[in-house]
């Protein structure tokens, strides 16, 4: 196995001295597995595949594609209200798998989680 190194931009504070970082698209904040893979397990899970079934395509545990799942059904309500401010074309209606078949057939989930964590933190 090798690491490809990837460069984060670490950004110093004048006044206080503390530092913050820009993840660049492809790293998930706080997780260990990529945007990519996340997005995979959860697209299975919409088109009605089991938790069983979408962990082991992806490879990682059902307890992980449980918590993604949980994790985008207890925020859907605030990443459509600031996606569908940000892109009209997600439409106003649908429920929350409808809406995100659609936002993931129009953008990836690194993108879609960049333009929803300038409004809202993403855990």
């Given at each position: 196995m090798s690491l490809n190194p990837v460069l984060v931009a670490r950004f110093c504070c004048g006044a206080c001295?503390?530092?913050?970082?820009?993840?660049?698209?492809?790293?998930a904040p706080r997780r260990w597995h990529p945007w990519a893979k996340q997005q995979r397990v959860l697209?299975?899970?919409l088109a009605g595949a089991s938790l069983r079934g979408a962990s082991l395509c992806a490879?990682?545990?059902?307890h992980t594609a449980r918590r993604w799942r949980d994790w985008l059904h207890a925020?859907?309500?605030?990443?459509?209200?600031?996606?569908?401010?940000?892109?009209?074309e997600l439409g106003r209606g649908g429920d929350g798998p409808g809406f995100w078949a659609?936002?993931?057939?129009?953008?990836?989930l690194a993108e879609a989680m960049?333009?929803?964590?300038?409004?809202?933190c993403v855990p």
């Open positions: 001295g503390r530092t913050c970082s820009r993840l660049p698209l492809c790293i697209l299975d899970l490879g990682v545990a059902r925020g859907t309500a605030t990443f459509a209200f600031v996606l569908r401010s940000r892109f009209p659609v936002c993931l057939a129009a953008m990836p960049a333009w929803a964590d300038h409004e809202v």
